[in-house]
C-alpha cells in the first residue's frame, strides 16, 4: 500500500492540518445523481496514541505519515514523524530551510543594535539567513546606499523592498520558491503586509504602527505555515522586541560573519579558549570591525548562559536526565523511594530477619 505523507501546516490543540504531497481524487455525487471527481489536498489529523504514549511532539513543519484516512470526512490519523533536520524553539518550527529577517528602514527607525541582535539570534539557529529591508519608499536613496554599504561590512547584503511601491517583491520571490522560510522580525516592519504581496488572496490580519511606542502591534497569534505560489512555504511568526540570546561564548563567535571570515583567513588565537575580549593577547578577532563592540556585549550574557546550564546540570539529584524519542534531552524529576514507592516484600522480609536476629 503506498504510504500517504504530507507536511505539517498548523497546529491548533490536538488537531494537525496537513497538506498532502499527492492529492486523492474523491469520487462523488451531485443532488442528481452525476459523479464528479474532487481533489483532497489536506486532512485534518489527529496523532496515534502511541505517539502520544513515547512523547513525540509533533510541530509544524514536520514530515509525517498518515494511516487509515477518511477521504470523505477530511480527517486521518498521524502514524509517524520523519527525523528532522532542525528544530527552531521559539517559534517551534521543524525542518526550516531559512529564516527572513525583515526589519523597515524607517517608521519604526532601523536600530543597528536591534537588528544586530536580530541576527545574531538567527544565526545561532544554524539556518540560513536572508535579510531584507521593508519601506525603501520613506527613505532617500543615499540613506539606502549607506545601509547597505554598512550591512555588507556585516556579511549581509540586504534586499531592499517596499509593501507599498511593491518593489523588490518578485526579486525577493525568487529566493523562496523551495523549502520552508520563516519570516521573522519587529513587530510593525510589514511582515504581515509582505506575506500578502507573496501569497496573495491570503489577507494576514495587518496592525498599525503604535505612534506612542514605535513600534508595531503583535498580529500574529500561532505559527502556520502558507504555501507560496511558486513552490515553498512560509512560515510568519509573532514579533519578539527582544530575542533570547540562548548561546555559549564558543557558539557565539560564529554567529558572527565578520569573526568567522578573521578565524578563517589562516591565523589563529595565541590561546584555543580565547573569548577575543579586548585584553586577550594576539587575538585575530579583536579588531576594528563595527559589531565588535556588539559581540562584547553579548559575551557577558553568553557566559551567563553558560554558567546557567552548568548549574542546571549540577542541580541535585532530584533531577534525572531523560532521552527523549527525537534525540534530545529533557529533566525528569526523580522520585525519593521512601516518600512516592512502596517497599519491595524481599526488603520487608530482610528487615524483619534482622530484627529477629537482634
Given at each position: 500500500?503506498?504510504?500517504i505523507?504530507?507536511t505539517?501546516?498548523?497546529v491548533?490543540?490536538?488537531?494537525?492540518?496537513?497538506i498532502?504531497?499527492q492529492?486523492?481524487?474523491l469520487e462523488?455525487l451531485?443532488?442528481s445523481g452525476q459523479k464528479?471527481?474532487q481533489?483532497?489536498?489536506?486532512?485534518l489529523?489527529t496523532r496515534?496514541a502511541?505517539?502520544?504514549?513515547i512523547?513525540?511532539q509533533?510541530?509544524?513543519g514536520d514530515?509525517?505519515?498518515?494511516e487509515?484516512?477518511d477521504w470523505?470526512?477530511?480527517?486521518?490519523?498521524?502514524?509517524e514523524v520523519?527525523?528532522?533536520?532542525?528544530?527552531?524553539d521559539?517559534?517551534?518550527v521543524a525542518?526550516v530551510?531559512?529564516?527572513?529577517?525583515?526589519?523597515a528602514?524607517?517608521?519604526?527607525t532601523?536600530d543597528?543594535?536591534q537588528?544586530?541582535?536580530?541576527l545574531?539570534?538567527?544565526?545561532s539557529t544554524?539556518?540560513?539567513?536572508?535579510l531584507?529591508?521593508n519601506k525603501?519608499?520613506l527613505v532617500?536613496?543615499q540613506?539606502?546606499?549607506t545601509?547597505?554599504?554598512?550591512l555588507?561590512?556585516?556579511g549581509?547584503p540586504?534586499i531592499a523592498?517596499?509593501t507599498?511601491t511593491r518593489?523588490g517583491?518578485?526579486?525577493?520571490?525568487q529566493?523562496?520558491q523551495?523549502?520552508?522560510?520563516v519570516?521573522?522580525?519587529?513587530?510593525?516592519v510589514?511582515?504581515?503586509s509582505?506575506i500578502?504581496?507573496?501569497?496573495?488572496?491570503?489577507?494576514?490580519?495587518v496592525g498599525?504602527?503604535?505612534q506612542?511606542l514605535?513600534?508595531?502591534k503583535?498580529?500574529?497569534?500561532?505559527?502556520?505555515?502558507?504555501?507560496l505560489p511558486a513552490?515553498?512555504?512560509?512560515?510568519?511568526t509573532p514579533?519578539?522586541?527582544?530575542?533570547?540570546?540562548?548561546?555559549?561564548p564558543q557558539?557565539?563567535?560564529d554567529c558572527f560573519?565578520?569573526a568567522?571570515?578573521?578565524?578563517?583567513s589562516?591565523e589563529?588565537c595565541q590561546?584555543?579558549?580565547?573569548?577575543?575580549?579586548?585584553?586577550?593577547?594576539?587575538c585575530?578577532?579583536r579588531?576594528d570591525?563595527?559589531r565588535y563592540?556588539?559581540?562584547?556585549d553579548y559575551?557577558?550574557?553568553?557566559i551567563?548562559?553558560?554558567?546557567?546550564l552548568k548549574?542546571t546540570?549540577?542541580?541535585d539529584a532530584?533531577v534525572k536526565?531523560?532521552?527523549?524519542?527525537?534525540?534530545?534531552q529533557?529533566?525528569?524529576p526523580?522520585l525519593l523511594?521512601k516518600?512516592?514507592r512502596?517497599?519491595s516484600?524481599r526488603s520487608?522480609?530482610?528487615?524483619?530477619?534482622t530484627?529477629?536476629?537482634?
Amino acid at each position: 500500500m503506498l504510504a500517504i505523507t504530507g507536511t505539517v501546516l498548523a497546529v491548533q490543540a490536538n488537531y494537525y492540518r496537513v497538506i498532502l504531497d499527492q492529492a486523492f481524487s474523491l469520487e462523488l455525487l451531485d443532488e442528481s445523481g452525476q459523479k464528479f471527481s474532487q481533489l483532497v489536498h489536506e486532512l485534518l489529523c489527529t496523532r496515534r496514541a502511541r505517539l502520544k504514549k513515547i512523547g513525540q511532539q509533533i510541530c509544524v513543519g514536520d514530515r509525517i505519515t498518515i494511516e487509515e484516512p477518511d477521504w470523505q470526512g477530511g480527517r486521518g490519523a498521524i502514524s509517524e514523524v520523519e527525523p528532522r533536520r532542525n528544530l527552531l524553539d521559539r517559534p517551534t518550527v521543524a525542518n526550516v530551510d531559512r529564516i527572513l529577517l525583515v526589519f523597515a528602514l524607517a517608521e519604526p527607525t532601523l536600530d543597528p543594535h536591534q537588528l544586530s541582535r536580530f541576527l545574531v539570534k538567527a544565526e545561532s539557529t544554524g539556518v540560513d539567513v536572508l535579510l531584507c529591508l521593508n519601506k525603501r519608499d520613506l527613505v532617500s536613496a543615499q540613506i539606502w546606499q549607506t545601509w547597505c554599504d554598512r550591512l555588507k561590512s556585516w556579511g549581509y547584503p540586504p534586499i531592499a523592498i517596499s509593501t507599498y511601491t511593491r518593489e523588490g517583491i518578485e526579486e525577493l520571490a525568487q529566493h523562496l520558491q523551495t523549502g520552508v522560510t520563516v519570516v521573522a522580525g519587529q513587530s510593525g516592519v510589514g511582515k504581515s503586509s509582505l506575506i500578502n504581496l507573496l501569497i496573495p488572496n491570503l489577507q494576514v490580519r495587518v496592525g498599525e504602527v503604535s505612534q506612542r511606542l514605535g513600534h508595531g502591534k503583535h498580529t500574529t497569534r500561532h505559527v502556520e505555515l502558507f504555501a507560496l505560489p511558486a513552490g515553498g512555504y512560509l512560515a510568519d511568526t509573532p514579533g519578539f522586541m527582544q530575542p533570547n540570546l540562548t548561546v555559549t561564548p564558543q557558539e557565539l563567535t560564529d554567529c558572527f560573519p565578520e569573526a568567522r571570515q578573521r578565524l578563517a583567513s589562516g591565523e589563529s588565537c595565541q590561546f584555543n579558549d580565547c573569548l577575543h575580549r579586548r585584553d586577550e593577547p594576539n587575538c585575530v578577532v579583536r579588531g576594528d570591525w563595527e559589531r565588535y563592540e556588539h559581540y562584547i556585549d553579548y559575551l557577558e550574557e553568553a557566559i551567563a548562559y553558560q554558567q546557567k546550564l552548568k548549574n542546571t546540570a549540577n542541580a541535585d539529584a532530584s533531577v534525572k536526565v531523560k532521552d527523549t524519542s527525537d534525540g534530545k534531552q529533557q529533566q525528569e524529576p526523580r522520585l525519593l523511594k521512601k516518600r512516592y514507592r512502596r517497599e519491595s516484600r524481599r526488603s520487608e522480609h530482610q528487615n524483619l530477619e534482622t530484627d529477629d536476629d537482634d
